[in-house]
């Protein structure tokens, strides 16, 4: 399974970017996929997943710290999967992951990373 991610930027506080992530390869088996990011000397943190593959079922979680502002979707063909962030603030600064995962919770694969920084 490949994951290609993209849409990281450097945007003001208050601002919005969307993040892209396209599988590829072997997604049979992919049940889910989600968004994490790292910053400096932390360790990798969810910030939103939504059940994928087969299932039209869209099961989502958030971490508390972005709920109400961040949306996770998937696209019909459910090979793409999308994070809109809105009213970003300035810790919201990090490199997001996007990850693919067999089982709720479990990552199995992860993409590049793509940096977001917020700020002024």
């Known amino acids: 399974v490949q994951l290609q991610a993209s849409g990281g930027g450097l945007v003001q506080p208050g601002g919005s970017l969307r993040l892209s992530c396209a599988a590829s390869g072997n997604i049979f088996g992919i049940n889910v996929m989600g968004w994490y990011r790292q910053v400096p000397g932390k360790q990798r943190e969810l910030v939103a997943r939504?059940?994928?593959?087969?299932?039209?079922?869209?099961?989502?979680n958030y971490a508390d710290s972005v709920k109400g502002r961040f949306t996770i979707s998937r696209d019909n063909a459910k090979t793409t999967v999308y994070l809109q962030m809105n009213s970003l603030k300035p810790e919201d600064t990090a490199v997001y992951y996007c990850a693919a995962e067999r089982t709720w919770g479990a990552p199995n694969y992860w993409g590049q990373g793509t940096l977001v920084t917020v700020s002024s």
């Open positions: 939504i059940t994928a593959g087969a299932t039209t079922v869209r099961l989502t």
